[in-house]
């Protein structure tokens, strides 16, 4: 199994989240889900059309201008978030185009490494050195393993910038295990990453998801112009539940007191089974005092 290395230095956090492999980054901010179906297939067939329309374009400022015009007639233009710009340059990158990436990028195909990005509605200058807060807000080591568990584009941008859905449910598995959650827990060991895995997909195929589109596209930036929906326990008698963050990632509503408690193992279910895949050697088992006693307690190998 190969471990991809997205640490870098000079990215806020350590670690580069917008470009992972070549199946797997994100156009999140460029307000890629911001549409009213933000199906995969419905974005395969925006993508792959802007794609193969915008490389047969002459590399001018006229024709990528009249691109964006003619894309604005030819899409639906109505957004679940109206102030979140949806930018027409997000396409399909990479040799096969197997992932979404900026069309006017320097190294996108046939920009000959000019940088076209200040043509766009944010411009130039935004577009190179916006991050996210999940750069900033979230463990290296969490990003890292998203990074890793993560199959493809689609659900990776939808999951990546939950930032307080993720740390949750890492913070969690930490209690559960009792210490922190290392690189070497998780990274090569493909139990971990399936279960990892399994909790992204909630994502997608959450069953107490809002019947909306917001539940799925997530508004992440710091003016909280669209907060996260809040859960109405009360509706269901209760006053609030131990998963509650996790529960807002997911755009979560319940019918009923028993709803949610179905919800609740769900995810209990799920930190178990990361947890119990973590590697029992990684605690070693000391003795303490002199007499031979059998007090033991459990220690990380690395304190
Ligand atoms: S939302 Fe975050 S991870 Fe996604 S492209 Fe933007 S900065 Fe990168
Ligand atoms: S121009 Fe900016 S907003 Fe548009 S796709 Fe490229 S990076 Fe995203």
């Not at 199906?39 to 047969?56: C, D, G, I, V």
């Not at 399909?92 to 766009?120: E, Y």
């Not at 959450?206 to 917001?214: E, M, T």
């Amino acid at each position: 199994m190969s471990v991809s290395d997205n640490t870098d230095n000079d990215v806020p956090g350590g670690v580069y989240l917008c470009q992972v492999n070549g199946l797997v980054s994100c156009g999140a901010c460029c307000g890629l889900y911001n549409v009213t179906t933000p199906s995969f297939a419905a974005l395969m067939e925006m993508l792959t059309w802007r794609t193969e329309t915008f490389a047969r374009l002459p590399r001018d400022i006229d024709s990528i201008l009249a691109f964006k015009e003619d894309l604005e007639v030819r899409e639906q233009q109505k957004r679940p978030f109206s102030e979140f710009h949806h930018c027409p340059y997000i396409g399909l990158v990479g040799r096969k185009r197997s992932r979404v990436g900026c069309l006017l990028h320097p190294l996108a195909h046939g920009n000959q490494g000019i940088d076209f990005r200040g043509l766009s509605f944010y411009g130039g200058m935004a577009c190179s050195v916006y991050f996210c807060p999940s750069h900033y807000r979230l463990p290296a080591v969490f990003k890292e393993i998203v990074c890793e568990a993560a199959r493809d584009w689609y659900l990776y941008g939808l999951v990546i910038t939950e930032t307080e859905m993720l740390r949750a449910f890492f913070q969690d598995v930490e209690r559960r295990i009792k210490r922190p959650i290392t690189r070497e827990d998780m990274l090569e060991n493909g139990k971990c990453l399936e279960a990892v895995r399994e909790f992204l997909e909630l994502k997608l195929y959450w069953p107490f998801r809002i019947n909306s589109v917001k539940g799925l596209c997530n508004y992440f930036f710091t003016d909280k112009l669209y907060p996260l929906p809040t859960v109405d326990y009360e509706a269901i008698g209760e006053s609030t539940s131990r998963y509650d963050v996790i529960l807002r990632g997911l755009g979560s509503h319940f019918d009923s007191e028993n709803e949610l408690r179905s919800a609740e193992n769900l995810l209990d279910g799920l930190i178990d089974k990361l947890a119990s895949n973590i590697s029992p050697l990684r605690f070693r088992p000391i003795r303490i005092g002199f007499g031979g006693g059998d007090d033991v307690c459990a220690q990380d190998s690395h304190s």
